[in-house]
């Protein structure tokens, strides 16, 4: 079984296996996902005596005596259920065995599914989800003729409740919820059209749907982060990614009920945090930027991770502090100057190009001991704030605006290269109104005034709800390739162009691929396209007046509505990755997959219709049992070839005589 043969961590178990640590844990963690996933996976490593204490820290770690396949089976036992509800769901719409029987075989036998489901990852788990909608909304549609029955309400609460955990272990649950909402618009417009049902009914109808497919989904989505919040309750590395506010809600970090000063003085030692979500911690270090890119000066970045390199002296802007100075407080359209702590290095900026963003100007850390020269002038600007009112520590957001030039402090999410650690660029925007150009003292650190609570100032449920969404958007918007990282192109996928590799790499590993099983893939192509032929060519019989049959017409229609619908499925969960700027990668193509091999079964259906129709009662009983059988033999046959991507291959690579994938390797693109 590959759950134990690989024993080390493979690709993206890394992420989801170590945030199932963080919840046996209760350390915050930020991730771009929704938490049920996550949950699940921590819920079901404690439950099978995971303690939570391996570091997940790169692909290949060894596991050793870490009890992590029960994490595992608990994604295969997931994973897994795809194939009876393949099964089920073109049961309900075809009534055809062979077709039901193609759709199960068709995401049993695909190597590309398999390999997905054997790992810690939130893919099997949101497949699960996604057919559990689709088998539910199916079932549900068959009862439109018993409206308001018990089983036609258990249907479509069932259908909400799969929308909602779909969605609540990736956004991209959401394609599924619109595949369900356009059905049910369909219906609501079909029931309306009906004159022999009064508005009132067609009104029920519509609250009923409400109730059922926004409503609970709605609970149980908020649910999810109820019960989120209150499970990651101490800090832990997601800190950074988030508000002031709301770190004061995580027990061990320094604002959780944290005492220091309200009021901001010269002299005081602060962080500064961008206000954005996800933003981070002004930074800087010993680095400097590198020849080309501006002045060769110290390097200032905003970094989401705490450390002694985050922290600043907020000086007065014509001299340094000295001990016997009076306590003056920091007031709404002062001058001053930011010293970095580490390097007594000032805040700095001249009109020289950003880094990364050209049409600002580049930000610098300047001077030696404090000192430096008349472009470490920054003018403070409290948002809301009356003239000369002091500046808050958390609830003051603030913008520094270069004297000289008259640019705003700026940060965003776009990161630096491998010269500048992958931080976040800092620069200075000629645009000062931008909501980037907004910072919040976080920490504050001054033995000569008075110390207050900051406890009052910790968000409700509601606030922690709309900033989680915040960042989680701002950071999937933000992902990019690493350097040297295998991505894909949406155009790749459904010509099973390109894999990914999950682990191994020398002759002595074994070698797991995510690929999928081409005769499976390239059969589910030829079957799309000429599913859109048969659409465009029954569109044209019905304009031209062609009537078929009655009996053959019938069927004709369901199975084509089936069709058209599993199409649609596809299109959803498929092209709008074409309009994505993050980063994309092989697997996400596997929800259309699943549509794609139902909508595959179906057409086979309908082609059987045709020959039944066009066919002696004796050749079509042949074309349909040998043709079937021939179907299942090469599907069958063709998992042979490839099932060593998923259970591990062992030896030297496809291109080696010894290879057990000698000759299997049919594209160049394929590293097997």
């Not at 000369?388 to 940060?411: E, N, P, Q």
């Not at 918007?477 to 192109?489: C, F, M, N, P, R």
């Not at 074994?510 to 659409?535: D, R």
Request: with cysteine; proline share 5%.
């Amino acid at each position: 079984m590959s759950t134990k043969k690989v024993r080390k961590a493979c690709w993206d178990e890394t992420h989801f296996g170590k945030m199932g640590s963080y919840y046996i844990n209760r350390t915050f963690f930020f991730d771009v996902h929704p938490p049920l996933g996550k949950m699940l996976i921590g819920l079901s490593g404690h439950l099978t005596g995971y303690d939570g204490t391996f570091p997940f820290e790169k692909p290949g770690d060894k596991y050793g005596e870490t009890k992590y396949i029960g994490m595992r089976t608990f994604c295969v036992s997931l994973g897994s259920t795809v194939v009876p509800l393949a099964f089920l769901t073109v049961w309900e719409l075809t009534w055809s065995l062979p077709a039901a029987s193609l759709a199960a075989a068709l995401l049993l036998f695909d190597t590309g599914c398999l390999t997905l489901s054997q790992y810690i990852l939130l893919d099997p788990i949101m497949l699960c989800f996604i057919m559990g909608a689709v088998f539910c909304q199916s079932k549900f549609d068959s009862l439109k003729n018993r409206p308001f029955s018990m089983w036609w309400w258990v249907w479509m609460c069932g259908a909400g409740c799969f929308i909602a955990l779909a969605f609540s272990v990736k956004f991209v649950g959401l394609f599924i919820i619109l595949w369900v909402g356009l059905k049910t618009v369909s219906d609501l417009w079909d029931l309306l059209g009906d004159l022999t049902l009064p508005l009132m009914v067609v009104f029920k109808h519509f609250l009923a749907r409400t109730m059922c497919l926004i409503v609970l989904p709605a609970a149980i989505y908020v649910t999810c982060f109820a019960v989120h919040f209150h499970t990651l309750y101490k800090s832990g590395s997601g800190d950074g990614f988030m508000s002031s506010a709301f770190q004061s809600t995580l027990e061990g970090n320094k604002l959780y009920q944290a005492i220091m000063p309200e009021d901001i003085a010269y002299g005081s030692t602060i962080t500064l945090k961008n206000y954005r979500p996800a933003g981070g911690l002004l930074h800087s270090h010993w680095h400097l930027y590198p020849e080309g890119l501006g002045a060769q000066q110290q390097q200032i970045t905003a970094y989401t991770h705490k450390d002694d390199n985050n922290y600043w002296i907020i000086k007065r802007y014509d001299r340094n502090p000295i001990p016997e100075d009076p306590i003056q407080f920091v007031k709404n359209g002062d001058l001053v100057r930011l010293e970095h702590v580490a390097t007594r290095r000032n805040l700095h900026t001249h009109q020289e190009p950003a880094p990364i963003t050209k049409r600002h100007f580049q930000v610098t850390g300047y001077g030696q001991n404090g000192t430096g020269d008349i472009n470490d002038i920054w003018k403070v600007e409290v948002v809301g704030g009356a003239e000369k009112s002091r500046i808050k520590t958390v609830r003051s957001k603030v913008r520094f605006i270069h004297y000289m030039t008259g640019c705003a402090l700026h940060s965003h999410s776009k990161t630096l290269p491998k010269w500048g650690w992958e931080q976040l660029e800092v620069t200075c925007n000629p645009f000062t109104r931008d909501k980037n150009n907004l910072w919040n003292v976080e920490d504050h650190i001054n033995n000569q005034l008075p110390n207050g609570t900051f406890a009052v100032y910790q968000p409700s449920f509601l606030g922690k709800l709309l900033e989680s969404h915040a960042v989680m958007v701002q950071g999937n918007s933000g992902l990019k390739a690493k350097e040297g990282e295998v991505t894909s192109q949406p155009w790749q996928w459904p010509l099973n162009y390109r894999g990914q590799r999950f682990s191994g790499v020398n002759a002595t590993d074994y070698k797991v691929y995510l690929l999928g099983n081409p005769v499976i893939w390239w059969g589910n192509l030829a079957l799309l396209a000429g599913a859109m032929l048969v659409f465009l060519v029954e569109a044209l019989r019905t304009q031209r007046g062609f009537v078929d049959p009655p009996q053959l017409s019938e069927k004709k229609s369901g199975t084509l509505s089936a069709a058209r619908w599993m199409a649609a499925g596809w299109a959803l969960h498929y092209l709008p990755f074409y309009f994505m700027g993050r980063v994309l990668y092989f697997h996400h193509y596997f929800p259309a997959m699943l549509f794609q091999s139902m909508l595959t079964a179906i057409m086979y259906d309908y082609f059987l219709q045709i020959v039944e129709h066009k066919a002696q009662p004796k050749v079509y009983r042949r074309i349909h049992q040998w043709g079937t059988a021939f179907i299942f033999i090469i599907l069958l046959y063709s998992f042979y070839l490839f099932y060593p991507m998923s259970y591990g291959m062992f030896g030297p690579l496809a291109d080696n005589e010894t290879s057990p994938m000698y000759g299997l390797k049919w594209m160049e693109s394929w590293e097997i």
